[in-house]
């Protein structure tokens, strides 16, 4: 089993735990916006799940059909994550806003908002763990996983500060209101998420450093050519596709030109891991030194 697959298994027992500890919060206390941030919880189930789905389809080598492989699979997780928390803060904007009309007297319950904080503590921790691997492991599908749980543990944090302050205030309107404001949030997140992974989905190219990178492994390893041009990127979930065109003298051999891509190939995928490289040999009259890397 791929490590990114383990993980996101991890992330599924994770939120259960969460959405029993928000649940059993929101019976204590009757919160609207306790409600919202339980509700959350279930959403957070769901992206995992389909987390788990995408990173299994992205771990699978290339075929005859996907001769590039499968990695582009995880913006389509990311994606439907996007739209899972979307259609989660619409539902919770209904519950704050029957709850505005309809207000329920809190219970003040010790228990209940230190259960919340506990599974605010736990959502941090596990988001921290997402982020920074899925980052490690250039994995769109944990990383957004990874956003996302940071999302929830902002939210809970608002909703602790709303209930905490319908019991001082004794401002019932408070607890909706709040469930309101997670709701918004959640809504942003949301649609940041699904714009991020539809670049993806774009063919993005890497960021100016990492093109920096590139460009500047390819200048330390091609002695003997002339320059390089047309350098371009593209990302497709861990994998990174890099192209060029490489000029060489004329009277160069097959061998040689050869022997200067397979250096540049080798330090391109030791400094870009998981890279792909292709490389087009020119003679000089091809070159475009106004447009070029040049040697």
């Known amino acids: 089993m791929h490590k990114t697959v383990k993980l996101a298994y991890c992330s599924i027992l994770i939120a259960f735990v969460v959405l029993g500890l928000k649940y059993l919060a929101y019976l ?14 279930i959403v957070n189930i769901a992206a995992a799940g389909v987390a788990v789905i995408a990173l299994k389809i992205s771990a699978a080598p290339p075929d005859d059909n996907h001769p ?9 997780a990311a994606v439907g994550e996007g739209v899972l928390i979307v259609v989660a803060a619409l539902f919770i904007l209904r519950e704050a806003y029957g709850g505005a009309f309809n207000p329920t007297p809190l219970n003040m319950s010790a228990t209940g908002l230190a259960l919340t904080a506990t599974a605010s503590v736990l959502n941090g921790f596990w988001s ?3 982020i920074r691997r899925g980052l490690e492991w250039r994995s769109p599908a944990l ?24 019991f001082l205030t004794g401002w019932q309107l408070l607890d909706s209101l709040m469930a309101a404001s997670v709701a918004i949030f959640i809504l942003w997140s949301g649609w940041k998420l699904i714009r991020e ?6 063919d993005e190219a890497v960021s100016p450093d990492k093109l920096a990178l590139i460009q500047n492994t390819i200048t330390a390893q091609a ?4 320059e390089a041009h047309d350098v371009r990127t593209r990302l497709a979930g861990r994998r990174i596709f890099i192209e060029f065109h490489l000029i060489v003298p004329g009277e160069m051999t097959v061998v ?3 022997e200067i891509c397979d250096r540049i190939e080798l330090s391109l995928k030791r400094e870009i891991v998981g890279s792909t490289v292709h490389i ?4 000089e009259h091809k070159a475009k030194p106004a447009e070029a890397i040049v040697f």
């Open 28 to 41: 204590l206390t009757g919160s609207v916006a306790l409600f919202s941030d339980a509700i959350e919880s």
């Open 68 to 76: 590039f492989g499968h990695t582009k699979v995880e913006y389509f």
């Open 128 to 130: 921290w763990v997402l």
């Open 143 to 166: 990383v957004a996983d990874g956003r996302h749980l940071f999302g929830d543990v902002f939210t809970s944090v608002g909703v602790l500060v709303g209930v905490g302050l319908v």
């Open 197 to 202: 992974s539809v670049g993806g989905l774009m």
């Open 223 to 226: 002695e003997g050519a002339i």
């Open 256 to 258: 040689q030109a050869h």
């Open 280 to 283: 087009h040999i020119e003679p």
